[in-house]
C-alpha cells in the first residue's frame, strides 16, 4: 500500500538557520498539507497545497515558512530562520480529493531548534 | 470558529470494559467527522469516518447533530487498542474547507 514519507525522521538546528522538510506524497495525489505538533499540544493546520499554490494557510504560516513542489514527487516545507518555537513534529498530508477523501499523513519530522 | 474538544487527556481501562472517548465539536456548517489514531511510534493513520458509517477494529462513532458530538466506542477494549486518539473535523463537500481540526487527543491504556 502507497505511504507518505517524509526525510529526515529527525533535525537539529541552530536559531536562525534555515531548515527544509521534505515529503513525498502518495502518487495519484493532488492536495498536499503541512501539519504541525508541537509537544504536549494539538496538532495545528500550517498549509494546503494544490496545482501548484497554496490554497490555504494559517496564521502560524507566516513569512518565514514556504511550501513549494519542485519536481513531480517532491514537497518540501521550507523555515528561514529558525525560533526555538518552531520546535516541533512536522507532518505531510495528502489526498486525492479535496474535503471529505481521508488524509494520509506521512511519519513526521521531529524539528529541534537549540 | 471551528473547534474539536475532547474532555479526556488519559482514559484507562481494563481489557474487555467498554471504551467511550468523547469529541464534541463546534463549526457553522455540516462538518465530516474523523477519528484518527496514532499508535506507539507510528504515523497518524484514519481509524473511521462518520461519513462511512463502518466500524473498525470493533470501533465505531455516531454523529450527533443535536449535540454536536461524535464519541468514538467500543464494547470490550483490547490491549491493542492502546494507543493516541484524535478527533478532527473538515468541512462538507463544496465548502472549500478542507484542512483537518484535530482535537487535543485523548490517550487510551488498556490494561491487562
Known sequence: EPEVTQTPSHQVT???????????????HLYFYWYRQILGQKVEFLVSFYNNEISEKSEIFDDQFSVERPDGSNFTLKIRSTKLEDSAMYFCASNRVRSQETQYFGPGTRLLVL | AQRVTQPEKLLSVFKGAPVELKCNYSYSGSPELFWYVQYSRQRLQLLLRHISRESIKGFTADLNKGETSFHLKKPFAQEEDSAMYYCALSGGRGTGFQKLVFGTGTRLLVSP
Do not use: H, K, T, W
Not at chain 1, 541552530?14 to 502518487?27: K, N
Open chain 1, 14 to 28: 541552530q536559531m536562525g538557520q534555515e531548515v527544509i522538510l521534505r515529503c513525498v506524497p502518495i502518487s495519484n
